[in-house]
Structures are given as structure tokens and as C-alpha cells.
């Protein structure tokens, strides 16, 4: 397999780095691929903290552009471009879109993107974002946290009782509508 890099972009508090490692790992062991997940935000510091080698509320953080930033951030993206896994994953920092942004995009050399994000507001100005800076978004991802609804899609008004969505839905309902302490009982 030819190696596939994405960047991974969505705003903060998105879960976008524990889904970037957890995928990581997932490609790795689900799959047999080789796949590495790369901190391209230098400012958070979360990947040592999913390590455990501090805690998150500890970890050194940095703010703003007012710091070189570009001196870790060019060999993270040197690591990115040269990584000979079959995926490698850029986790891109979702505090702000700015001139760092636009220096990863511009440096890295992404086959695609991939949009994480809690709102739809924030899958399209990430998605616009990326499409700016002519990256093209492969895949896009809404996270939720706490109780996740069932999410549907668009059925473009066509009546389909063996639609995936429409079954899956139709199983919770019969589920739910089940007498207590049954078998079907969620």
C-alpha cells in the first residue's frame, strides 16, 4: 500500500486526538496496516498527557504565535512527510484557524483531510478551511459526547423500509417498546 497521509482538523474539545490515536492504534491492530498518528499541535502538549507521562491538567501549554513555534512544528511536519507507515495521521490544533494553520497546510504534504468536530458549524468552517488552502476533505466526523442520538440520513424522499438507517432505527424501537425484562429490553 502506498502511504496515505491526512490532516485531521476541527475545532478544540472536538475529541479529535483521542480519535487520531485511537484510529491509529485501530489501523494497527484491526487491520495489519502500519499507521502513526503525528501531534502536529505543538501548543497543547496532549500527547504526552495520553501517555500518561503527565496529566492533562499539567501538561505545558503554549498560546498564540508569540514563540517559535515553527522550530517544533517543522520537524513534526518533517516526521508527517517522511513517516512510512501505510497512514499517518496529522493532528492539527483546533483552538484557532490562523497563520499556523495555513503553515501546516502549506507544508505538509497531505493526500487529504479529515474533519472532526461537536457541531455541524464547525464541520463546515473546517471543511471550508481545508478546501481554501486546496486540501480536499476525505471524510467528515461528528462527535458527541454524553448520550449520542441516532443520527440519520437523508433518505432524498424516497420510501425504502430495507434502508440500513431505517432498520437500525426500526430494531431500537422494538427494543425499547419491549416488555421490561425482556430480551430485547436496551
Known amino acids: 500500500m502506498a502511504t496515505k497521509r491526512y490532516l485531521v482538523g476541527g475545532p478544540q474539545n472536538s475529541g479529535k486526538s483521542t480519535y487520531v490515536l485511537s484510529l491509529a492504534k485501530r489501523l494497527q491492530s484491526g487491520h495489519g496496516l502500519r499507521a502513526r498518528a503525528i501531534e502536529l499541535d505543538v501548543w497543547s502538549g496532549s500527547y504526552p498527557a495520553f501517555r500518561g507521562e503527565v496529566s492533562f491538567k499539567d501538561r505545558p501549554k503554549q498560546f498564540g504565535l508569540a514563540w517559535d513555534w515553527k522550530t517544533p512544528l517543522d520537524e513534526r511536519i518533517k516526521e508527517f512527510n517522511e513517516a512510512p507507515d501505510d497512514i499517518v495521521l496529522g493532528d492539527l490544533p483546533g483552538a ?29 468552517q473546517w471543511r471550508e478551511a481545508f478546501e481554501a488552502r486546496g486540501i480536499r476533505v476525505v471524510h467528515e466526523c461528528l462527535s458527541f459526547q454524553g448520550q449520542t442520538p441516532l443520527v440519520l440520513r437523508d433518505m432524498g424522499r424516497i420510501v425504502d423500509a430495507a434502508h440500513p438507517d431505517v432498520a437500525f432505527f426500526a430494531g431500537r424501537i422494538v427494543a425499547w417498546a419491549a416488555p421490561s425484562g425482556s430480551a430485547g429490553d436496551p
Open 96 to 124: 484557532k484557524i490562523d497563520e499556523a494553520t495555513d503553515y501546516m497546510c502549506k507544508n505538509a504534504k497531505a493526500d487529504g483531510a479529515i474533519v472532526v468536530s461537536r457541531t455541524l458549524d464547525g464541520l463546515k
